[in-house]
C-alpha cells in the first residue's frame, strides 16, 4: 500500500468516524447565512449561557438544561463546557469539554471549535446583545456557514418576554427558518 494510499485511507477512516460521533445533521435552516453583524470582545463573551433555543443537532439530541461556559485557557485558547440533562430536565447529566480559537481578521465573532481531536468547527457570532451591567453579552445568536445550526444564547435561564421576541425577531431577520427552532427546557421551567 502506498504512502498517499495509506493517506487516503486514514482521512476515511477518520471522517467515518467523526459522522458516526456526530451523527447526521438537520435540515438546512437558512441557505444564505449572513456574516456576524458585530465585532465581539471575548471578555465580554466568557462565563455562563443558557441556550434558549436552537434547531436540533444530532450531538445535542433530547438534551435540555443546555448551558455553555467560556473561560480562558493558559495557551490564549478558549475553554469550552457545554452541560445538559439526556432526555428531560431530570435526565442524566452529561458534559462535554472542548477548546476554541478565534478566527484571525473576524473581529472576534467568528471561532473554530473542537471537543475531539484535530477537527474543528465553525462558530459564529452572528448576532449580539448590549453589555448587562456585568460587562457581559445579554443574548448571542450563534450559527456556521452550511445554515444547519443555530443556537439562542442568553445571560438566565428564563429571558424576559422583550428578550424572546426580539432574539425570535432577530433569528428571522437574519433569514432562519423560526418553524425549526427548538425551544431548551431550563431547571426554572421545573417550576
Known amino acids: 500500500m502506498t504512502k498517499s494510499t495509506r493517506t487516503c485511507l486514514a482521512l476515511l477512516i477518520a471522517s467515518m468516524a467523526t459522522a458516526a460521533c456526530v451523527g447526521k445533521p438537520g435540515p438546512v435552516g437558512n441557505p444564505i447565512v449572513p456574516q456576524p453583524a458585530k465585532a465581539v470582545a471575548i471578555e465580554a463573551y466568557l462565563g455562563k449561557w443558557y441556550e434558549y433555543g436552537r434547531y436540533e443537532a444530532p450531538f445535542q439530541r433530547d438534551c435540555e438544561g443546555v448551558t455553555a461556559e467560556y473561560s480562558l485557557r493558559d495557551d490564549g485558547k478558549i475553554r469550552v463546557v457545554n452541560s445538559c440533562f439526556k432526555g ?59 445554515g444547519r445550526y443555530l443556537w439562542m444564547l442568553t445571560r438566565e435561564p428564563r429571558p424576559a418576554p422583550e428578550t424572546r421576541a426580539l432574539l425570535e425577531s432577530r433569528v428571522r431577520e437574519l433569514g432562519y427558518d423560526w418553524s425549526l427552532v427548538r425551544m431548551t427546557r431550563q431547571p426554572a421551567d421545573r417550576d
Request: aromatic residues 16%; negative net charge; charged residues 25%.
Open 88 to 146: 428531560s430536565l431530570y435526565g442524566e447529566f452529561d458534559q462535554s469539554t472542548g477548546r476554541a480559537k478565534i478566527v484571525d481578521d473576524s473581529e472576534g465573532a467568528k471561532l473554530k471549535v473542537s471537543f475531539f481531536g484535530p477537527f474543528y468547527g465553525d462558530y459564529w457570532v452572528l448576532d449580539r446583545g448590549p453589555l448587562d451591567t456585568d460587562g457581559e453579552y445579554s443574548w448571542s445568536i450563534v450559527g456556521e456557514p452550511s
